[in-house]
T-cell receptor, first 109, second 114 residues
Framework: GQNIDQPTEMTATEGAIVQINCTYQ??????LFWYQQHAGEAPTFLSY????GLEEKGRFSSFLSRSKGYSYLLLKELQMKDSASYLC??????????FGAGTRLAVHP | ETGVTQSPTHLIKTRGQQVTLRCSSQ?????VSWYQQALGQGPQFIFQ???????GRGNFPPRFSGLQFPNYSSELNVNALELDDSALYLC?????????????FGEGSRLTVL
């Protein structure tokens, strides 16, 4: 079967660092994506990993271990505007993205 | 702003009715996919169109159908609406040949079925 797991909710303090984990089991793998979705808005692309290792992009970094079926999104120097849902998604076969349920992150002052 | 526009933004239908949702893709993007996002859930893949042909479908019944037009805009049609069809319907576009997941999403059409 196809399964993507991530925590439902997380809270963090402004200026801190937070790590959102994602584990996956899918029948195909063409890469792992992280999307950000603010309430009532469209998801926006954050990062892409297809090889093992860390990809850094400003305050956001994403890590992938294909052998463990594991990824994380690391957010540094948290800002209030980072309060949003973070969606882990795997690109499987047949041109589709398989999304997790999302992690709702609340950043407090 | 992703350049992907959807209409209508909100609509209410009753069980058994039919609905058509529309999407204009970002300029130059020839691949459009549709996703259903229930409240508190991640988006679920419905289907994808590339150059007016369906070339991928998720686990949705045949009453979910679509079209893509020569200008690459797209429609999602849902017949015989059920209460569980209440959700946010997202359209996403990309250029064929680009990475599958690097999608540009529209703001969505929120459908409520009563």
């Amino acid at each position: 079967g196809q399964n993507i797991d991530q925590p439902t909710e997380m809270t963090a303090t402004e200026g801190a660092i937070v790590q959102i984990n994602c584990t996956y089991q899918t029948s195909g793998f063409n890469g792992l994506f992280w999307y950000q979705q603010h309430a009532g808005e469209a998801p926006t692309f954050l990062s892409y990993n297809v090889l093992d290792g860390l990809e850094e992009k400003g305050r956001f970094s994403s890590f992938l271990s294909r052998s463990k079926g594991y990824s994380y999104l690391l957010l540094k120097e948290l800002q209030m505007k980072d309060s949003a849902s973070y969606l882990c998604a795997v690109s499987g076969g047949y041109n589709k993205l398989i999304f997790g349920a999302g992690t709702r992150l609340a950043v407090h002052p | 702003e992703t350049g992907v526009t959807q209409s209508p933004t909100h609509l209410i239908k009753t069980r058994g009715q039919q609905v058509t949702l529309r999407c204009s893709s970002q300029s130059g993007h020839n691949t459009v996919s549709w996703y259903q996002q229930a409240l508190g859930q991640g988006p679920q893949f419905i289907f994808q169109y590339y150059r007016e042909e369906e070339n991928g479908r998720g686990n949705f019944p045949p009453r979910f159908s679509g079209l893509q037009f020569p200008n690459y805009s797209s429609e999602l049609n849902v017949n015989a609406l059920e209460l569980d069809d209440s959700a946010l319907y997202l359209c996403a576009s990309r250029m064929g040949g680009s990475r599958t997941g690097e999608l540009f999403f529209g703001e969505g059409s929120r459908l409520t079925v009563l």
